[in-house]
């Protein structure tokens, strides 16, 4: 069983950078592509990125190409999200889980970009 906890949202206004940070526990997620996923009010969850179990290949939504860098450190056991040039449109809880989203999903992290 692998247990997700995100962290490293926050308040932040436009244009803004943070730094997500998603820890696995549990079992070791190395052999995952994982990927970021965000959910605003209202909203379904949709998908922001993916990385390959090597971090030799990554995937990014159209909305963030270009300002979301995804990263991995498979020995820590941690995914990052760098996000840059934040938009209100951004706000969002934001989780990490499996390409597949085939793990527990944690309690994500809040994001939220003031115009």
């Known amino acids: 069983q692998v247990r997700l906890v995100e962290s490293g949202g926050g308040l932040v206004q436009a244009g803004g950078s943070l730094r997500l940070s998603c820890a696995a526990s549990g079992r070791t997620f190395g052999s995952y592509a994982m990927g970021w996923f965000r959910q605003a009010p209202g909203k379904e969850r949709e998908f922001v990125a993916a990385?390959?179990?090597?971090?030799?290949?990554?995937k990014y939504a159209d909305s963030v190409k270009g300002r979301f860098t995804m990263s991995r450190d498979n020995a820590k056991n941690t995914v990052y999200l760098q996000m840059k040039s934040l938009k209100p449109e951004d706000t969002a809880v934001y989780y990490c889980n499996a390409e597949t989203m085939g793990l527990s999903w944690g309690q994500g992290t809040q994001v939220t970009v003031s115009s």
């Open positions: 990385m390959s179990w090597s971090g030799g290949s990554t």
